[in-house]
């Protein structure tokens, strides 16, 4: 009797640490993007995308894209998803990750020491001119990162519900961003924004 009580609490506390260690349980309540995304940060979000590189890649994105077609686009789209898949050779997405403006990005990215967990930036059409690392697609234009920024204009911002990545433990939130030139709107940034690391730098008095 005292055996089966005894291998019934090694059980049930087995059973308890499998439970505190799973994703569901760690992550706990989801960050405040109200109380976290400051204007400070978004001013720091701004003020690393002011570069030359991204608005001139920008402007020669849509000059060359001007008169692309919807089935132009789509066929783009699906040869991204196509060679991301792939072990093949990745012409496209070669081209993407090689250019001046991809290569400012991951700089950023990495200066940021764990804070920008992702950044990329789009054309009028939505689609992906430069970006940090991979992205699962290339056209952006049906999503909410473009559709809820591209029609309110120069100065449209909109940060999106957090969500928890189980991989790595983390809250993340994107900060969407409508990108402009002399007042001129050229495209859209996305900025994954580590709300971990925030908080935690925020609880320091880290900016």
């Known amino acids: 009797m005292k055996q ?31 109380t976290l995304i400051t204007e400070d940060v978004l001013q720091n979000v701004r003020d690393m995308l002011d570069s030359p590189v991204v608005s001139l890649s920008l402007k020669a994105e849509n000059e060359k894209r001007k008169e692309i077609s919807q089935q132009e686009i789509d066929a783009l789209d699906q040869a991204w998803r196509a060679e991301k898949d792939s072990d093949g050779p990745q012409p496209l997405i070669a081209a993407a990750m090689g250019s001046p403006v991809s290569t400012y990005l991951l700089r950023q990215q990495a200066s940021s020491k764990g804070l920008y967990n992702e950044i990329f930036v789009m054309d009028l059409s939505g689609l992906n001119v430069g970006q940090s690392s991979i992205t699962s697609d290339y056209w952006q234009g049906d999503e909410a990162k473009v559709q809820k920024t591209l029609p309110q204009g120069a100065g449209g911002i909109f940060i999106d519900e957090p969500e928890y990545m189980a991989e790595t433990g983390i809250w993340v939130a994107q900060v969407n961003l409508v990108l402009s030139d002399g007042g001129e709107v050229v495209g859209v940034s996305t900025v994954e924004i580590n709300l971990t690391e925030l908080e935690r730098r925020s609880e320091l008095g880290l900016s």
Do not use: C, D, H, R
């Not at 087995?14 to 994703?23: C, R």
């Open 4 to 34: 089966k009580i005894f291998l019934s609490l090694i059980v049930g506390a087995a059973g308890s640490l499998l439970a505190l260690g799973s994703p569901a349980m760690a992550q706990g309540a989801a960050p405040s993007t109200a």
